[in-house]
């Protein structure tokens, strides 16, 4: 089963309009966190938002915001008053589990296109 | 601060051949990462390290290997390159008990 599913390929919005962005995930660990990246068509990743498990309340970073609905497994991305600037693909990623070192995994999703429209 | 820093930003290589792929960050992060992003998908990641001298496989090891001689540098090799190593490969790093991963600006590489 997929860990991180992504199940828009590609979305269009216009400009100063809001978009969400779907991420479901799965995960039987109790302690977990859900990121938002964006990487532009210039290929770096920028990190963007961070949603803790235990978090009572959905996470807010600016125009960003996490729609984080636990029972539904679901971490959507909200993009409020979209700008050209928004134009890039979104990746939708877990850490789960935690190793004797401390490490937890990370899991990337497949990605979303968002193109902003003037 | 620099971040996380690769070198080269672009490569080919023959298959057989040999590379290695640098990455340098300077926030003193424990955590460093490498993952592989092939076209239209997200990111695998190939191995990690969580300390100077302590590395382990991730998700996709096969034909690559990687060493932490320091807590700067986390070079990941390549050895006898094939085809199916043709992807964008970034490296991260992140402090320990932190969440959020630095990227650096990835290596395109592709094998013919």
């Known amino acids: 089963a997929q860990k991180i599913t992504q199940t828009q390929p590609g979305m269009f919005v216009q400009e100063k309009e809001a978009v969400t962005l779907d991420c479901t995930y799965d995960?039987?660990?109790?302690?977990?966190?859900l990121f938002w990246y964006k990487q532009p068509s210039s290929g770096e990743m920028i990190f963007l938002i961070y949603q803790g498990s235990y978090d009572q309340q959905n996470a807010t970073e600016g125009r960003y915001s996490l729609n984080f609905q636990k029972a539904r497994k679901s971490a959507n991305l909200v993009i409020s008053a979209s700008q050209l600037g928004d134009s890039a693909m979104y990746f939708c990623?877990?850490?789960?589990?935690?190793?004797?070192?401390?490490?937890?995994?990370?899991?990337f999703g497949t990605g979303t296109k968002l193109q902003v429209i003037p | 601060n620099a971040g996380v820093t690769q070198t080269p930003k672009f490569r080919i290589l023959k298959i057989g051949q040999s590379m290695t792929l640098q990455c340098t960050q300077d926030m003193n992060h424990n955590y460093m990462y490498w993952y592989r992003q092939d076209p239209g998908m997200g990111l695998k990641l190939i191995y990690y390290?969580?300390?100077?001298?302590?590395?382990d496989k991730g998700e996709v090891p096969n034909g690559y290997n990687v060493s932490r001689s320091t807590t700067e540098d986390f070079p990941l090799r390549l050895e006898l390159a094939a085809p199916s190593q043709t992807s964008v490969y970034f490296c991260a790093s992140q402090v320990q008990g932190r969440d959020t991963q630095y990227f650096g600006p990835g290596t395109r590489l592709t094998v013919l």
């Open positions: 995960t039987s660990d109790p302690s977990y966190g």
């Open positions: 390290s969580v300390g100077a001298g302590i590395t």
């Open positions: 990623a877990m850490r789960e589990g935690q190793d004797s070192g401390g490490y937890q995994k990370v899991t």
